[in-house]
């Protein structure tokens, strides 16, 4: 049983980081890198402060900081007073970010079809499902 976990480890390690080269390959054709893509896309509903969306990305708040400050620096991102913290500013998608956001997710779009007809989506969902009873065991343990 411990064998079958450590090679299940191993491969969700090597998984993630083949989507991180892929998510960077993905992000680059709009000139973007993954870390701006998941940013933007994380704050594109309501729109977060920084500490929010760290959260949400589980990375630290600085990580994030510093890419929404491009963001804001590129016009992809603004700042918006936040009723709820005068000294946290909730950051949204200007109409320049939407339209990148819009562009990065079609290409995702196209490159998650071929993979999804490469492997078949029997197998995406038998191991999402797999990836989330694991997920929800390891959670229960802190």
């Given at each position: 049983m411990a064998d079958e976990m450590?090679?299940?480890v191993a491969d969700v390690y090597e998984l993630a980081g083949l989507l991180r080269r892929s998510?960077?390959?993905?992000a680059a054709r709009e000139?973007?890198?993954?870390a701006r893509w998941q940013f933007l896309s994380v704050i594109s509903d309501d729109g977060l402060t920084v500490p929010q969306a760290a959260r949400?990305?589980?990375v630290t708040r600085q990580a994030v900081q510093r890419v929404a400050n491009e963001l804001v620096d590129d016009l992809l991102v603004e700042l918006a007073s936040n009723p709820d913290h005068r000294t946290s500013p909730l950051c949204r998608l200007t109409g320049d970010?939407?339209?990148i956001l819009a562009r990065i997710n079609k290409i995702a779009e196209v490159e998650n079809r071929r993979l999804t007809q490469a492997v078949g989506a029997e197998v995406l969902k038998a191991t999402d499902r797999g990836v989330r009873s694991v997920t929800s065991a390891l959670r229960g343990q802190w």
């Open positions: 450590a090679m299940l998510g960077e390959a993905i000139g973007q890198t993954q949400r990305l589980g970010g939407r339209r």
